[in-house]
């Protein structure tokens, strides 16, 4: 067994436990992801806001996908490959 199979093994009863906290403090981990990006912008004075708020984002769209892989997994993934929502609505007739 490599070293990389070892690792996965043992950090695979870590991804429950995660996924089960995210879903559980979702909105607190929203709210102190908002926080952080206030002070942080707020330290530098703007400067890097729009870093700051990409940054936010993709801190938010990893938790959400953390959050939801579990619900995927039942439901038998009703998403698009990669994990991502469908873009539009399919038209109307």
């Known amino acids: 067994m490599g070293l990389m199979d070892n690792l996965k093994a043992r950090l695979e009863p870590a991804k429950g436990k995660v996924s ?10 929203d709210r102190g992801l908002d926080k952080m990006a206030k002070t942080v912008d707020e ?10 708020q990409t940054g936010r984002g993709k801190a938010k769209d990893a938790m ?30």
């Open 43 to 52: 330290r530098t004075k703007g400067k890097y806001s729009d870093r700051i």
């Open 20 to 29: 089960d906290l995210a879903q559980q403090h979702g909105d607190k981990i």
């Open 64 to 93: 959400e996908r953390l959050a939801h892989k579990e619900d995927e997994g039942k439901e038998g993934g009703g998403n698009a490959p990669g994990g991502t929502p469908p873009s539009a609505p399919p038209p109307a007739s």
